[in-house]
């Protein structure tokens, strides 16, 4: 209907793509730390996007998973109290992690005014240094803990998927 009208109206390119299932991607950040800076232009609003990428080894297991949602939620509250409402240098910072076999990747992104990328870069990982070193306190991490369990409790009780399978459903 309207999406097929939509998606066969977009123009696309007659090269062929190569998928391939190598075990290590060409388009994986290398190991360490990887910093990717795009400008973006609009409006007569200069705006540049981050991009601080981090991939390492690590053992693969439900507990590291798990450590490592804590971790992600944890660093974005960090980074969203310094870089939002300490610094005042962006709106909304996004941080991701994921577990693949033996490898995590870590993502952190925000978006910041080109003159003050060093400055937002260094905060960065001045907080992801503060949380290595110092760990968190028994307060963050219950507050952490609070958090996780509250975002599960409405997944069990709106989960979207089964929403809209079901409402596609009657």
Excluded: C
């Amino acid at each position: 209907p309207i999406a097929v009208k939509y998606l066969g109206s977009l123009p696309s390119d007659s090269s062929k793509k190569i998928i391939s299932n190598s075990p290590k991607p060409a388009f994986l950040p290398k190991k360490g730390k990887d910093k990717q800076l795009y400008n973006v232009i609009g409006q007569n609003l200069r705006r540049a996007q981050v991009r601080l990428h981090f991939i390492d080894s690590i053992a693969n297991s439900n507990e590291v998973s798990v450590m490592l949602d804590f971790l992600r939620t944890a660093l974005e509250q960090a980074l969203l109290n310094r870089l939002r409402f300490k610094d005042g240098g962006t709106y909304s910072v996004s941080v991701s992690m994921s577990l693949v076999k033996s490898r995590y990747q870590g993502s952190v992104m925000f978006d910041s005014a080109p003159e003050n990328l060093s400055t937002m870069i260094n905060a960065t990982i001045e907080e992801i240094k503060n949380i290595q070193e110092h760990g968190l306190s028994d307060e963050k991490l219950k507050e952490i803990v609070a958090m996780v369990k509250n975002e599960r409790s409405v997944l069990l009780t709106y989960n979207q998927f089964w929403v809209s399978y079901l409402s596609e459903q009657y």
